[in-house]
Every structure is written in C-alpha cells, then in structure tokens.
C-alpha cells in the first residue's frame, strides 16, 4: 500500500487527528499490513492520545474511505480557585427585616441573632488546586491556569490556625458579616425586663432585652439594640440598628436615634430620628425624622399625627384619620437640610481664607535668612504650622460631610415620593421642598411628587370619598 492512499488530518491546535484510507482502485483488495497505521502516525509526530481501536478499525476494509478520529489531545484542567466553607449562618449588616405578605415585620424571625460559642469552628479554608496539565497529540505538554488564593478573612473576635484553613470564634458571641469583614462582638443580655435596679447600659456591643425597657432608663451602644418587649419613656441611641418586637408607649418621654434602621411594632408619642429606614406598622402622634424611607404599608399601617418627615419617601396605607387630626409628612430635601449645605459652604469658605492667611505667614517666615532666624520666630512658625495642619484636617471632614449631605439630597430629588394605598383623612398636610399641599377631602389610592419645574407639589389622581374627578 502507498502512503499517499492515506490522507492525515491535524486541527491547527493539534488536540485532534484523523484518517481516512483511500479506497483501492482496480480489482485487487490490498489491506495496510500489521504496524503500517502506527508508523505512518510516528513519522507524522502523532504520539499521544492515539486510540486503538480506531486505528484497529482502519485496517479493515468496510472503514475505506471513512475519517475515522484515530488521537485526541487532552485538554488542560484548570485549577479551581480558593474559598470559604462557612460552617454557621451569619447575619448580614446589609439585610433588611424579613417582610410577611402584607408588609408587616416578621418580628420573631427578625429578632434572631446569630450566637456562637467559644472555640466553635464558623469557616475552613478549601486552598486553590493546581490544576492538571494537559497535551497535544505530538506529546506537548499544556500548563493549567492555576487557581488564585483567596486572602485571609478579615474582622475581630475569631482565632486562625496555623496553617491558615480553620476559622474559630475567640469568644461567645454574636457573628454577622459587615462588607468584607467577619464580625464576632459580644452581646449585652437582659434575661428579662430591663427596670431601675439594672440601671442603665452602656455598651461597645450589641444589646439584646429579653422583656421590657422601663421608662426613665437609657441604653447607649455603639451595635444594634434589640427589644423583645415593650419600650416606655426611655432613651435608645445606638450606632447601629434599634429593632423592637412590641412597640413603643413614650408617653412624650422617649427617644429614639439610631445610624441604622428603626423597627418596631408601633410607635406612639415619641421622638425618633435615624440615618436607615423605619419600619413600623402604625405611627401615633410621633416626631420622626428619617434620612431613608418609611414603611408602614401593612394591613394595620397608619401614620396618625405628629411630624414624620422621611428624606427618600414615605409608603403608608392609612393616614390621618376620621377626626381631621393634624398630620404631617414630609419627604425630599427640607429647608433644614438647604440651610445645612449653606452653614457648611460658609464655613469651608471662612477655613479656607484662614488656611490661605497662615500661608501666607508661613512663606513670610520661611523667607527669613537663617543667620536672621531667632528662637522665638521658629516657635512662632511652629505654632503657625500647627494651626493649619488642625485647620486642614477641619476642612477636609467638613467637606466629606457636605458631599455626603449633598449626595443624600441628590438621591432625595431623585427618589421622594409619598404614596397612600389607603385613605388620606382631611387634615392631613404633603409638605416637599417648602411647599406644602394640604389635604382637605378624603382620598384614597394617591401619590405625591415634588415638580422640580414647577416647585410644587404634584397629587396623581385620586379617588375621593364623594366620587371621582
């Protein structure tokens, strides 16, 4: 048989080879003789992945004419990256409180914290593989892509091994993730009502109450707060969050300010302010004062007097009531928040004159020969140099501060809306920017928008109680 009655076929990437044997013309049958498939694979470089049976098949005539695949290469296997196996559930401090179908809080399951004990395993490290090395049908060999290591978790309050793979809590506590970071702090306990022969708490922590928090009593945290019971005439001020399973009876003697959300039952004659959302299921004759949004959409939602102003919006489905008691909600950017802006763009503007004057004095000493320098012109320059590292320091904090007042306004512009799924009750007042919409019918189903072109405040059509318009 001639070799070129053999017709040889490699992909560009040499991971595959075909073959196919010509069919013999004429009468005479000739069949490739033992080894010849073989050889003629060696001598085109073929010497990897060669399959056997395949080039077993080639030798018998039936395969004539037929591209049989005779080698494959093998891919590379690449390595699999490095990762965390959590061996606990953790909270996370980006979670919102878990929604029921009518928009009520699910106060019980929102009021489980994530405990650990000491010493308990919460994380193992799985490494990144290698990989396996792959080849071409001319025995060349192809490196993996190796996988990437994962850095150490970061956080407090947990202990690693030597070896890097085991995560354990370094005490007991509660474990939440906050953006990247595994947090395990301890928990401040009340096993019971929180009354005047406990006192007040003051805690780096969270706080959890199992019962009530009388009135006159104060809890301050740098964590969350959490209140399986009531709350009476008392102060909460946490840096987190303040979630409470009952509600709240301030009697006009409570406060409540928090940096993270505000969740509670109901809320009545208080005062609350807080830098997240406030979730409640109705709002008696409260000052509130929310830099998100509110939600009291729940079956039993309503916001019933006070002041309740929410910079992002504010959903409700009932507000006001049958009695026309005065109620106001408030959402957008404020007058108190544009007077803000201008106190702080005045007082960059005066930091800067100040900052641009020490300058100046400081190039006028700088500009003093050194044969000239006297002792007392460097403790003066000293002085100088140090009033305007603490005035830039000043100025720079004062100046994240405004961006961020701005970007909260911004997002307020962009977001403000009050919408009531139930009736609003004459007597009720829609106040955005500084205007303010008064209601004096009852009505139903509405929305309220601040026009920027108009500088009003803007009503979709409702439905009122003496028909439609």
Request: net charge negative; with cysteine; proline share 3%.
């Amino acid at each position: 048989m001639e070799k070129d009655w053999v017709v040889l076929k490699i992909d560009d990437e040499r991971m595959s080879v075909s073959l196919t044997v010509k069919q013999p013309e004429g009468e005479q049958q000739l069949c490739p003789p033992d080894g010849f498939i073989e050889s003629y694979l060696k001598e085109n470089g073929i010497t990897a992945g060669i399959d056997k049976e395949a080039v077993a098949m080639l030798y018998k005539p039936e395969h004539y004419g037929q591209d049989i695949v005779v080698a494959k290469g093998k891919p590379p296997i690449n390595g699999h990256d490095g990762f965390y196996e959590f061996t606990v559930a953790m909270e996370d401090d980006k979670s919102k409180p878990i929604l029921k179908e009518d928009g009520s809080v699910d106060y019980i399951n929102s009021l489980k914290l994530a405990m650990i004990k000491k010493d308990d395993l919460f994380a193992v490290y799985v490494p990144p593989t290698p990989g396996e090395y792959g080849y071409t049908v001319c025995s060349e060999m192809i490196p993996p892509i190796k996988g990437k290591d994962l850095r150490k978790l970061r956080g407090k309050g947990f202990n690693v091994s030597e070896d890097g793979k085991e995560y354990r809590a370094a005490l007991d506590g509660r474990i939440r993730k906050n953006e990247d970071q595994i947090i395990i702090e301890s928990v401040y306990e009340v096993h019971g009502d929180l009354d005047i022969q406990q006192g007040n708490v003051k805690f780096n922590g969270d706080v959890e109450v199992k019962g009530d928090v009388r009135s006159g009593l104060t809890i301050e945290t740098d964590g969350n707060i959490y209140i399986h019971g009531h709350v009476g005439g008392c102060r909460l001020i946490a840096g987190g969050s303040i979630t409470i399973r009952k509600g709240v009876q301030g009697r006009n003697k409570c406060t409540m300010v928090s940096k993270g959300d505000i969740v509670c039952n109901f809320m009545e004659r208080c005062i609350a302010s807080t830098g997240g959302d406030l979730y409640a299921n109705y709002i008696l004759d409260s000052d509130v004062a929310v830099k998100g949004k509110i939600y009291a959409n729940s079956r039993q939602g309503v916001i019933i007097g006070g002041n309740v102003s929410a910079m992002q919006g504010i959903i409700v489905k009932e507000v006001g009531n049958t009695l026309g008691i005065a109620t106001t909600l408030q959402s957008g950017v404020s007058s108190e928040h544009i007077q803000d802006a201008i106190i702080y763009k005045d007082q960059l503007e005066k930091m800067s004159n100040d900052m641009e004057l020490l300058n100046k004095n400081l190039k006028r000493f700088d500009a003093i020969p050194g044969n000239k320098r006297t002792k007392e012109n460097e403790e003066l320059r000293m002085r100088i140099l140090r009033a305007k590292v603490i005035v830039a320091a000043d100025y720079k904090k004062l100046e994240e501060k405004l961006e961020q007042l701005n970007s909260e306004m911004e997002m307020a512009r962009e977001q403000a809306v009050i919408k009531i799924t139930g009736y609003a009750y004459g007597g009720t007042k829609i106040v955005m920017g500084q205007n303010t919409f008064a209601i004096k019918d009852d009505v139903r189903d509405v929305e309220y928008r601040y026009d920027e072109d108009t500088h009003e405040v803007v009503q979709t059509a409702g439905v009122y109680k003496r028909g439609q318009y």
